[in-house]
């Protein structure tokens, strides 16, 4: 591996990292995507290191592919089942992962839905935290992942223009994803009802108009609406959501010729985005961001191991 180094103890958010850093971590995803495809998938590079994932928040992609990628590294991956955990009899989630961290892992994984959990997290423990998504905050290996996904399809991620579309208020992917891209030179767009755009639009231009706001775009990036994190006089506007900001072949036909779909998933179908689009083996990007997440994941417990 180079000599480049990744100066950061936690990865809690996109915002303290440079483009060089978000660069390094790319250019060594790409080795473990590499790695990710071969026949063997059991290295030793983090061999001694423990690491503990901790979910207080439904996942299927990133719980599994941090596992994935902690095991392929060869490290000891521990999970804490957290229904099942002494949270229920009442201990709090500062004493619980305070109670995790006295076992000694080098690495603590952590899902909360309250936004700031990570951070406060951070500072509460001696292992290293990865954010993997905390409420409407951040949620930067996904960040990280989508910016691998559309580097390598392209081959350049400057100067290219991303439409993020659909229910950016409450989107932490949305969120470290105009942090990542715009650090990478992104023209960025955000796509949505006025209720659910962010408030602040520096260097993003917003559209509440859905064909205005792919048209030419070299990259739809799909959200799925949050209705968990919203009140119900906000989710009872949004009835016809699915004519105003669905995702159709009709209307893709507006974006730029050879335009990506992606999505990070879970997807509601026939809601944000049609099968049709989801399933077009041409422009969706869907499965592949999967794929990579894995080799992404396995890149950042590297370099927070200190594999800099
Ligand atoms: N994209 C994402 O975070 O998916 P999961 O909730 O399944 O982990």
């Known amino acids: 591996m180079s000599e480049a180094s990744f100066p950061h103890r936690d990865l809690v958010g996109i915002a303290p990292l440079s483009a060089k850093d978000i660069e390094l971590v790319l250019d060594r995803a790409e ?16 061999a001694g290191i423990t690491q503990i994932n901790a979910f207080f928040e439904p996942s299927t992609r990133t719980m599994i592919s941090f596992e994935l990628a902690g095991k392929r ?22 004493d619980t992962v305070r109670t995790l961290d006295a076992m000694g892992p080098d690495i603590l994984v952590v899902r909360h839905g309250r936004t700031g959990a990570a951070d406060e997290i951070a500072g ?15 949620h930067p290996t996904q ?13 350049r991620i400057a100067g290219l223009t991303v439409a993020i579309c659909g229910d950016i208020a ?3 992917v949305a969120r470290s994803n105009l942090l990542a891209l715009g650090k990478l030179g992104v023209k960025l767009r955000a796509v949505g009802p006025q ?12 559209f509440t108009d859905m064909d205005e706001g792919i048209a030419g775009a070299d990259v739809v990036m799909m959200l799925r609406i949050q209705r968990e994190r919203m009140d119900d006089a906000l989710a009872g506007k949004l009835e016809d959501y ?17 335009a990506v779909v992606m999505h990070p998933g879970p997807m509601n179908r026939g809601v944000e985005i049609e099968s049709a689009v989801a399933d ?13 997440g894995v080799a992404v994941r396995m890149a950042c417990l590297d370099l927070l191991a200190g594999g800099g």
Not at 143 to 155: E, K, P, S, T
């Open 195 to 206: 209720a659910l755009l962010p408030e602040d639009g520096d260097d993003i231009a917003l």
């Open 31 to 46: 080795k473990w995507a590499a790695f990710n495809r071969g026949q063997r998938r059991r290295g030793d590079r983090l």
């Open 73 to 94: 590294l060869g490290a000891d991956v521990v999970a804490l089942q957290a229904t099942g955990s002494s949270m229920a009899k009442g201990e709090s989630l500062i």
């Open 170 to 172: 409450h989107s932490r």
């Open 242 to 258: 699915r004519a105003r900001y669905g995702l159709s072949r009709e209307r893709l036909r507006r974006v730029a010729p050879d």
């Open 143 to 155: 960040a990280l992942l989508d910016a691998l996904a559309i580097r390598r399809h392209f081959g």
């Open 124 to 138: 509460a423990v001696n292992a290293a935290v990865v954010n993997a998504g905390d409420g409407t905050g951040e």
């Open 280 to 292: 077009d083996a041409e422009r969706s990007l869907i499965l592949k961001q999967v794929e990579l």
